[in-house]
């Protein structure tokens, strides 16, 4: 499922930090090493047919490297 977010992210709380992380040595490994975190947010995101809707988002975060692998994990409401 594609998707796109359109609005800022808020809301945002650390869910794991370090070696919390089930993760960890794939994203290592994958886009290198840094101070990794798990993070969670509310957004707004307009899936690929155009509908738009409110959703709870998980990403991984490290300093230096960016926010990677954005996941819905819950759809909100719709937004009209």
């Known amino acids: 499922m594609t ?6 992210i808020s809301k945002v709380e650390i869910i794991a930090a370090g ?4 993760e960890l040595a794939r994203l290592r490994k994958v886009y290198g ?11 707004t ?10 959703v709870e988002v998980h990403w991984y975060e490290a300093h230096g490297i960016g926010k990677k692998e954005f996941k819905i994990k819950r759809i909100l ?3 009209l």
């Open 45 to 54: 995101v307009r899936f690929s047919k155009g509908n738009k809707f409110k």
């Open 77 to 79: 409401k719709p937004t």
């Open 3 to 8: 998707f796109e977010m359109i609005g800022p």
């Open 33 to 43: 090493s840094g101070r990794w975190r798990k993070l969670k947010g509310i957004t």
């Open 19 to 22: 070696h919390s992380i089930r």
